[in-house]
């Protein structure tokens, strides 16, 4: 090939749009991930585990064609954003957010890269898109909660003997905006069944320590990173209180918690890593529907039942996906 003939495709070439070049194979794209939970703790590196595979299933893998930069916030808010800046600054090819304050921080600083979500609640009503079935922008992604989920966890909560006629609903506002409409469906719900529903908001280690006074009840705690990121000190209280207790992520019960009704989160990622692999290829966030969860999961400590002298249906333990014992 002579000299004028290579300059000319070099220059179609460089005239390529990004989505034809992205179906290039042996071009090496670059993916960036915050998340909100820490690096060395157990869910994240679960997760990070379940995108490198799902990512691997859709031909990207890392030092091969794939360069992905990992950043995990530890629940702490301003290293979240912090983290957001370095990401923006490596110049990604798409971004992954996972949990609320991860696309609230990378949504701010660009409106040209896209974002996928994962592990997010009500995407609408905090303004990431536009709707679900047209999220328009550069943001699209899979949620955590759908409507029924609120209820299902206080069911729960009255199937318990002794009977819990007073809920706790546990959650940080400043961390979780989506709670009020959560509190309308718990509330909703508790009528037929006459429960009283009592926000319980935290918002620091001395706020959790007081949940121990709470008495003849039983706590609902709602999805938030907030309360995932100190479960440690929330499992320690509910404990130390001895009421039953419905959480957001099966997280809790492997570590004590008395049972949780949730979405499959590794089967977020693994739905994440698909749209990844669609952008990556051409596609438009803009275009990719939002998706709620279609997975659930019952998990159920029946050590942790037994330690608060609490009794649980046959009927609900002969549902549950695992039960702990």
């Not at 971004?95 to 304050?101: E, S, V």
Request: charged share 20%.
């Amino acid at each position: 090939m002579n000299r004028r003939r290579c300059l000319a495709l070099l220059g179609m070439i460089a005239a390529l749009p990004a989505s034809a070049l992205a179906q290039q194979p042996n071009a090496t794209r670059r993916l960036g991930v915050l998340s909100v939970t820490a690096a060395d703790d157990a869910i994240g590196q679960t997760r990070s585990m379940v995108l490198v595979e799902a990512l691997a299933g859709h031909g990207w893998k890392e030092r091969d064609n794939l360069k992905i930069d990992w950043r995990s916030g530890g629940g702490d808010r301003a290293r979240i954003a912090q983290l957001a800046d370095e990401l923006i600054a490596l110049k990604p090819d798409i971004l992954l957010a996972i949990g609320t304050p991860s696309v609230e921080e990378l949504r701010r600083r660009t409106t040209t890269i896209p974002i996928v979500f994962a592990v997010v609640t009500d995407p609408v009503s905090q303004g990431f898109v536009e709707n679900l079935a047209h999220p328009g922008g550069n943001v699209t992604g899979f949620t955590d909660y759908d409507g029924p989920l609120a209820g299902k966890w206080l069911e729960m909560l009255t199937q318990v003997a002794p009977p819990v006629r007073r809920v706790f609903v546990v959650y940080n506002p400043e961390t979780a905006p989506f709670a009020p409409l959560m509190l309308r469906t718990v509330e909703d719900a508790a009528q037929t069944p006459h429960v009283a529903v009592e926000p319980a908001p935290v918002n620091d280690a001395g706020s959790i320590a007081a949940l121990a006074t709470r008495k003849d009840g039983g706590f609902l705690v709602l999805p938030d990173f907030f309360t995932m990121a100190n479960r440690a000190q929330l499992l320690a209280t509910i404990g130390e209180a001895r009421l039953p207790a419905v959480f957001w992520s099966r997280t809790f019960v492997e570590e004590g918690g008395l049972m949780s009704y949730s979405t499959d989160s590794a089967e977020q990622l693994r739905r994440a890593a698909s749209y990844i692999d669609r952008i990556l290829r051409g596609a438009l966030a803009a275009d990719l529907p939002v998706q709620n969860p279609t997975r659930f999961e019952l998990t159920i400590n029946l050590k942790t039942a037994k330690a608060l002298g609490v009794t649980l249906p046959a009927g609900l333990l002969a549902i549950a996906n695992d039960v702990i014992e």
